[in-house]
């Protein structure tokens, strides 16, 4: 076997493994789609179908309580349909998990500037407080934020969760950008203060364009942990701020699980994080390649 041949048959083992892993990737998800597609029969037919007709009756009935469309006719009597709990803990799961990225990103983007080009008094003491923040598991520090909300009216509140979360992921969003940081040329600034700006105005036209390619792979990381996070959303809320991990949980009783249902929440769960990712999947590549290349 000459050289030509085995780098032929080395490419199509890698062909092969890879298409492996795409598969064990993306079953799950093919899974939840299929389920939530099915009806009960065929959710539950064994040896599983692997052909059927797709119905959509899951994706909408997650949605609104109730039959139909805008108005569902049962026996002859018009019911109205309304937005059910899923509905109001979707909207829940985006607007927290948005906002406390964002919050989150920015500030870590502000915090890891001026530990990366400012002398700070003691800053290695301070970045091993800010990274100790991420050393205990959630559950640990759980009883003390529930009394802290209750205490200062933020439990069960969107503004009490985006806090949380955003306090949360900063010590992650200010180690991410001070290694981005380090990797922007100094120069930059050095220039721009010599023309006549300021600090800030430096910071803001020349660093921080910059810096986008950082804080758009921090804000991806930042957005996945709170999206599926689990133990804040069903501690610290009760039925108005509850987002949509704990609420599909705890919708397994015992009187019967609608699996369809259950099924189609958990795909409609992937797909903000998905096309967020996709938006910034350029900058995401760009991010985990950033500086790794010097004169």
Do not use: H
């Not at 800053?123 to 802290?148: E, G, N, Q, T």
């Not at 609420?247 to 903000?272: D, E, K, R």
């Amino acid at each position: 076997m000459n050289e030509f041949q085995r780098r032929k048959a080395k490419n199509r083992v890698i062909v092969v493994v890879l298409l492996v892993i795409l598969v064990v990737y993306f079953f799950p998800i093919y899974w939840m789609f299929s389920t939530a597609t099915k009806s009960k029969a065929e959710a539950f037919s064994f040896p599983p179908k692997w052909i059927w007709k797709p119905q959509f009756n899951n994706f909408r009935d997650i949605f609104f309580t109730g039959t139909g469309g805008a108005l569902g006719r049962v026996r002859g009597i018009e019911v109205e349909s309304k937005p059910s709990a899923f509905a109001r803990q979707f909207t829940n799961s985006i607007i927290v998990s948005f906002i406390s990225t964002i919050l989150a990103t920015f500030l870590g983007a502000l915090s890891g500037y001026v530990f990366s080009r400012m002398t700070v008094r003691g800053k290695d003491d301070l970045l091993f407080v800010i990274l100790s923040s991420r050393m205990l598991p959630p559950v640990v520090v759980a009883i003390p934020l529930v009394i802290m909300c209750r205490a200062l009216g933020l439990f069960d509140t969107r503004g009490g969760l985006i806090i949380m979360y955003t306090a949360f992921n900063l010590a992650f969003s200010v180690w991410m950008m001070i290694s981005f940081i380090d990797d922007i040329p100094k120069e930059y600034e050095e220039v721009a203060l010599v023309d006549g700006y300021s600090r800030f105005q430096a910071f803001f036209k020349f660093v921080f364009p910059e810096m986008r390619v950082g804080m758009a792979a921090t804000a991806i990381f930042n957005l996945v942990m709170t999206w599926n996070e689990f133990t804040f959303a069903l501690l610290l809320t009760g039925e108005n701020a509850r987002t949509a991990i704990p609420g599909i949980a705890q919708s397994l009783g015992t009187a019967g699980v609608n699996w369809g249902q259950i099924a189609a929440g958990s795909f409609l769960m992937v797909i903000p994080v998905v096309i967020f990712t996709f938006l910034l999947g350029d900058n995401l590549v760009r991010g985990f390649t950033f500086g790794a290349i010097k004169e």
